[in-house]
């Protein structure tokens, strides 16, 4: 069962453009999760969805960020007009289901990143 | 506002001795609470977790232990290995329609030497 997929797994754009990040979540999850991490700090979550649906976004900035996952296809992160500020991990979770489930909180997996840099 | 706080960034341990990581946490929402273990250039990787109305987690070498009245948690490994050096991550979860979305500190860079 391959695990959490992310691509690229480095991306270099320039101020003003724009970059497109992909997760494809493990086989049987349909709930994905969207973390940033910039130099030197944790993890911090973006967004969350299940597919065709955008359930929190409250840690997405709330200009020129946007994400979406489909019904068919990976999750896409999409950062227009990029700037310096934009430069860091981009980490993608999966899990089958949110939750509690037999006392334990469902496990999110995580995708090895997108390290962005804006140059 | 860091929500979660990690204050020590760096633990050097000798092998075989025990690594206590610390996590002090703000948020009295917070349920559920996570390690989690990153090598460079890898995602993190879920080590351990302990609900709020628990005080002890264990799993083989790590335990889990919950203070909630002083609203902090450490993550103890016992014995040491090299291969357990990584950066470690506390996380925290408000539960509810929150589950999904997860808190973490900055970190704790863990160096077993031989």
């Known amino acids: 069962n391959a695990g959490v997929m992310q691509n690229p797994r480095h991306l270099v754009r320039r101020r003003g453009q724009e970059a497109r990040l992909r997760c494809s979540p493990m086989k049987g999850h349909s709930h994905v999760y969207w973390y940033r991490q910039l130099p030197e700090e944790g993890l911090k979550f973006m967004v969350y969805?299940?597919?065709?649906?955008?359930?929190?976004e409250s840690g997405m900035p709330k200009e020129r960020f946007s994400a979406e996952f489909p019904k068919e296809g990976p999750s896409i992160l999409r950062i227009q007009q990029v700037v310096r500020g934009d430069s860091a991990a981009y980490f993608c979770?999966?899990?089958?289901?949110?939750?509690?489930?037999?006392?334990?909180?469902?496990?999110?997996?995580f995708g090895p990143g997108t390290r962005l840099t804006v140059t | 506002d860091q929500q979660v706080k990690q204050n020590s960034p760096s633990l050097s341990v000798q092998e075989g001795r025990i690594s206590i990581l610390n996590c002090d946490y703000t948020n009295s929402m917070f349920d559920y609470f996570l390690w989690y273990k990153k090598y460079p250039a890898e995602g993190p990787t879920f080590l351990i977790s302990?609900?709020?109305?628990?005080d002890k987690n264990e799993d083989g070498r790590f335990t889990v232990f919950l203070n909630k009245s002083a609203k902090h948690l450490s993550l103890h490994i016992v014995p040491s290995q090299p291969g357990d050096s990584a950066v470690y991550f506390c996380?925290?979860?408000?539960?509810?329609?929150?589950?999904?979305?997860?808190?973490f500190g900055q970190g704790t860079i863990l160096t077993v030497h031989p």
């Open positions: 969805l299940q597919k065709e649906n955008i359930i929190d």
């Open positions: 996380a925290a979860s408000e539960g509810g329609t929150s589950y999904g979305k997860l808190t």
């Open positions: 979770a999966s899990s089958p289901m949110t939750g509690i489930l037999a006392g334990e909180l469902h496990e999110q997996y």
């Open positions: 302990i609900s709020s109305i628990k």
